[in-house]
């Protein structure tokens, strides 16, 4: 997640009608959105185990993303395996803004057209098909939302037969302070609200101006 860069204010042109007071906006005042990554050390699942050992789902959510097999922090499905997937469970509902997926060192191309399905309370809510051949290791490969959306589970599943699926690393990246407990009854009807909360200059910034500076206005009567 990479940083925006210090927003400006624009001040429009010479007021009509009644002036207004400059507002002076320092870049140390500028709000930030925080996020975080919600699938670390998260319950995972995959369809088939590696027949060799290792390779098992839990370590694409264990904070490695180098991708080297021979660190043991890379997944792995039964060789030959048909439409292999990998999950995570979030335990929670989170408001989710983007999705990064790390792929191993070598045999990248294992990884080609995957696709990225969130759901909540078993229902699919977004789904992404990521176009061809992702990078190898060192690089994210992040899938960002058009539009935050709320989910539990994240889902990474590729289409054919003899495939096998690995995985370095998956980051879920949620708005911090958007977590849902489920209640015992039912579930949740209202959105998270967005907590801001000033976070180090990593983090996404969100940039405000006031938009009612030198617009036309008007009272019931003058002095």
Not at 49 to 76: E, F, I, K, P, R
Not at 108 to 131: K, M, N
Not at 142 to 170: H, W, Y
């Amino acid at each position: 997640i990479e940083a925006s860069s210090t927003p400006s204010v624009a001040v429009s042109s010479t007021p009509s009608l009644h002036s207004s007071m400059s507002p002076s906006m320092s870049p140390s005042s500028t709000p930030t959105i925080c996020v975080e990554n919600v699938a670390l050390g998260k319950q995972t699942a995959q369809s088939s185990d590696y027949q060799h050992g290792g390779g098992l789902s839990d370590v694409a959510v264990d904070g490695d993303t180098s991708g080297n097999w021979n660190n043991g922090s890379v997944t792995a499905t039964y060789q030959s395996s048909k439409d292999p997937w990998w999950t995570v469970d979030l335990e929670n509902g989170y408001l989710i803004e983007s999705i990064a997926v790390w792929n191993r060192n070598a045999y990248s191309e294992r990884l080609a057209d995957f696709v990225l399905t969130i759901s909540r309370d078993g229902v699919d809510v977004y789904t992404y098909t990521y176009p061809g051949i992702p990078a190898e290791a060192g690089t994210p490969n992040e899938i960002k939302l058009s539009s935050p959306v709320t989910g539990d589970k994240v889902k990474i599943q590729i289409f054919g037969e003899e495939r096998i699926l690995s995985l370095a690393e998956v980051q879920v990246f949620a708005f911090c302070g958007s977590e849902i407990t489920p209640s015992p009854t039912s579930s949740p009807s209202i959105e998270p609200s967005i907590k801001p909360s000033i976070e180090p200059s990593s983090t996404p910034t969100v940039c405000f101006e006031n938009v009612a500076l030198g617009k036309q206005t008007a009272q019931s009567s003058d002095y």
